[in-house]
């Protein structure tokens, strides 16, 4: 996942009554803040028009926005040059998470983690858990999803069982999942901690402790080549090899 925008959006996609509809720029800073030429921030506008209730998650690929409805239990794909909402699937009710390779979305539904073929909307479950699924991320053929105290990996196109590869510290359990090189980073609820492992080795560092107003679940943490992302009331960020991160390191490199 790339900073791309992501939460949920109403029915019609319609501007707040705070906004404008000119189609002009706002500047950053509000609405009456003074334009700073080159700084100005474009108005809101719908990009499409899905006629049903309920919130949407999104995720994007460079050419395509995909909206996932869980209460519906349809994925939709949007072009982002224009065009009404194509529907990819349906059948994916209760869907919390999902995320995307260039082939295909890795929806999470309850206890699983389905894979859609984004072509052809052809569904695969690719894993099922005792309990409750809560964050999936994909990087270089494998998804990473959260479930109880851990994080697992599968391969991401044969159905099979998943392989821990991380467990919450402070008997907490994972949510907010993201992946960046030999790194996987997530939020826990319950100890409201951001962590990090790697995927091979067994460092292990509580980059952040006891976050009050951590945000979990789909896309709540985000990684890029550096550092972590996070919201507990502000934009939180941190370099998650940092070896002098809060809680220090619970682990050491395996040799």
């Known amino acids: 996942g790339g900073k791309n925008p992501s939460g949920p959006v109403g029915k019609g996609g319609a501007p707040s009554s705070s906004g404008t509809s000119s189609g002009g720029k706002v500047p950053i800073g509000g609405i009456n803040a003074p334009c700073v030429p080159g700084e100005c921030e474009s108005d809101p506008k719908a990009v499409a028009v899905i006629e049903e209730c309920g919130s949407l998650l999104l995720q994007d690929l460079p050419d395509t926005l995909y909206a996932l409805s869980g209460s519906l239990g349809k994925l939709y794909a949007i072009a982002k040059s224009g065009g009404p909402p194509q529907m990819v699937t349906l059948?994916?009710?209760?869907?919390?998470?999902?995320?995307?390779?260039?082939?295909?979305?890795?929806?999470?539904?309850?206890?699983?983690?389905?894979?859609?073929?984004?072509?052809?909307?052809?569904?695969?479950?690719?894993?099922?858990?005792?309990?409750?699924v809560t964050d999936v991320a994909v990087d270089r053929g494998k998804i990473y999803y959260a479930t109880g105290a851990y994080i697992k990996q599968a391969d991401a196109t044969t159905p099979g069982v998943g392989t821990a590869v991380a467990q919450s510290a402070d008997e907490g359990e994972a949510y907010g999942v993201a992946v960046s090189g030999n790194y996987v980073l997530y939020a826990s609820n319950l100890s409201f901690n951001v962590e990090t492992d790697e995927i091979f080795g067994e460092r292990h560092l509580k980059l952040a402790a006891s976050q009050g107003s951590l945000v979990l679940g789909h896309r709540s943490v985000q990684a890029d080549g550096t550092h972590v992302y996070w919201a507990n009331g502000s934009l939180l960020s941190r370099a998650f090899t940092d070896v002098n991160a809060l809680g220090s390191s619970v682990g050491l490199p395996s040799n």
């Open 91 to 132: 059948g994916l009710g209760g869907a919390t998470a999902f995320a995307l390779d260039k082939t295909n979305a890795y929806v999470v539904v309850g206890v699983s983690v389905i894979q859609v073929n984004l072509t052809n909307g052809t569904k695969t479950a690719l894993v099922t858990e005792t309990g409750a």
